[in-house]
Structure formats: C-alpha cells, structure tokens
C-alpha cells in the first residue's frame, strides 16, 4: 500500500540555524513527490516538487529537498531558518499515472526559537 | 490567477441547519477536491470532481454532499452535521489528478455546535 512517513512530529530550531525534515515514502514505483507548508487556518502551499531529472530540487522560501531513490526519502531542507518559517509542513506523495489523489503524511510542526 | 477562491472563510451553525461551502477557480484546472482537516492533522480527502466524475472516499457521511455546476466551481452541501465535524475544510484544483501540483484555497473553518 502507498504511504508517507514524517518521523518527526514536532522539531524546534533556533533561528539561524539549519533545518531538515523528513520524508518516506512508500510506493510501487517512483511517485511525483511534494513538500507543502500551513500556516495557521490557513490552506496547503506548495513549497517544491519532484518529477523526475535533478534529485535535488529547489523551491520556494530558499528551501530545498534531495530525492533519495535508495532510502525512499524526500528530506527538506533550508540553510537559514526565519522565524516566519515557523509552521507546519507535510511531505505528499502522488502516482505518475492520472487519477490518483495525492497521499499526505501526519504533518511536522515547526517551531523556531529565537 | 492562481487562487482558488473558498467562501465563507468561517461559518458556525447548529446541528438541524442546512448550509453551503462554496469553491472557485478559474485556472482552467480540470479536477477539483474537497478536504477535511482537523487540527494537528493532514488534510483527509474527501470528493474529487474531475471529467464530470465524482469520486468519493468512501467513509464520508451523506450528510456532506458536493455538487459541481461547472467546471469552476465546486460546492460542498452540510446538512445535519454533528459537532465532530467541525474542522477546516479546504477546496484545491489541479490540472489533473495525482500528477499535478495541488492549489488550495485558505478554507473554510467550520464550527457545528
């Protein structure tokens, strides 16, 4: 069966400091994957994807996310993390073929600390 | 444009009345869906409208029904709803289904009391 893992519920990070969330996946074949980030009471945005080509992706808000074949993973990242980073991100999973909605995962808090 | 336009943003009602969400989007998307959050969790698929075709989870209550006038709009009926169906719920589009990037609108926070 498909699924999606965020091992981590909450992370906590001082601003400035770097970040990684994480993300695995499991699928039959090589899913289209997606990293979303909510703010409070608010909707879903994309904050990158991964088709297929480079497996280091780049997305907006200076975040990045490195596709990992061998580990089923699609960890994000950023650099530099600002306070108004603070939210929460999931890590979604969709099928190459039309038809299937996309998968989520539980979610991981973020929280910066100055 | 690229939003996809949820109103109201916030709505209260009781268990015997009957409203209405509404969804918008003019991006030319051919499918669109309706989720449920609840806070603290991923969003819970609950319809996709995509080719004239509903699809629908299958765990949903009839008391939630979606109607799809056109391909811009997708409505979500509330019609005896109970307090455990308070949530946010949140309308996306995309181009298609599963392959496509999700664009979702800021939802509506639903209060049942």
């Known amino acids: 069966a498909q699924s999606v893992t965020q091992p981590d519920i909450h992370i906590t990070v001082s601003e400035g400091a770097s970040l990684e969330l994480r993300c695995n996946y499991s699928y039959g074949a090589t899913p289209y994957l997606f990293w979303y980030v909510q703010s409070p009471g608010q909707g879903l945005q994309l904050l990158l994807k991964?088709?297929?080509?480079?497996?280091l992706v780049q997305g907006i808000k200076g975040f990045e996310a490195e596709f990992k074949r061998s580990q089923s993973s699609f960890n994000l990242r950023k650099p530099s993390v600002h306070w108004s980073d603070a939210a929460e991100y999931f890590c979604?999973?969709?099928?190459?073929?039309?038809?299937?909605?996309?998968?989520f995962g539980k979610g991981t808090t973020l929280s910066v600390s100055s | 444009d690229t939003e996809v336009t949820q109103t109201p943003k916030h709505l209260v009602m009781g268990m015997t009345n009957k409203k209405s969400l509404k969804c918008e989007q003019h991006m030319g998307h051919r499918a669109m869906y309706w989720y449920k959050q609840k806070a603290k969790k991923p969003p819970e698929l609950m319809f996709v409208?995509?080719?004239?075709?509903?699809?629908i989870n299958e765990s949903v209550p009839s008391r939630f029904s979606p109607e799809c006038p056109n391909s811009s709009l997708l409505n979500l009926h509330l019609h005896a709803l109970q307090p455990e169906d308070s949530a946010l719920y949140l309308c996306?589009?995309?181009?298609?289904?599963?392959?496509?990037?999700?664009?979702f609108g800021s939802g509506t926070q639903l209060s049942v009391l």
């Open positions: 979604a999973v969709g099928a190459r073929q039309a038809g299937t909605a996309l998968i």
């Open positions: 409208y995509s080719y004239e075709k509903l699809s």
């Open positions: 996306a589009s995309s181009q298609d289904v599963g392959r496509e990037k999700l664009f």
């Open positions: 991964y088709f297929s080509g480079d497996t």
